[in-house]
């Protein structure tokens, strides 16, 4: 299986990005997808998920409104839209891949992308 992700960059407080990440090797559609993040110093944390077939979304607290996680199936691809971004926000980004329905835990997720770094300045 191979993730790879991008759409990272530099980014002012209040912009927005979106990230990108595309999938190959299996059956996309039969994978809950998910999104977590990782700043320098710190644990890698949960960000986003989308279940297969994109009826549920589960969102941290910390980006709840402001992100959305989304997926095309056809194009084996999920998305991440970042709005209103803010420093805090800095961190690279990984999208994952489960075969549980809701796996929210980095232990849940089988396969990982590369990562791709989002900065925010103020």
């Known amino acids: 299986v191979q993730l790879q992700a991008f759409g990272g960059g530099l980014v002012q407080a209040g912009g927005s990005l979106r990230l990108s990440c595309a999938a190959s090797?299996?059956?996309?559609?039969?994978?809950?997808m998910g999104w977590f993040r990782q700043a320098p110093g710190k644990e890698r944390d949960f960000v986003a998920r989308i279940t297969w077939r994109g009826g549920e979304r589960k969102y941290a607290d910390s980006v709840k409104g402001r992100f959305t996680i989304s997926r095309d199936n056809d194009r084996n691809t999920v998305y991440l839209q970042m709005n209103s971004l803010k420093p805090e926000d800095t961190a690279v980004y990984y999208c994952a891949m489960s075969l549980r329905y809701y796996p929210t835990n980095s232990y849940e997720y089988d396969y990982w992308g590369q990562g791709t770094e989002v900065t925010v300045s103020s």
């Open positions: 090797g299996r059956t996309f559609s039969n994978y809950a």
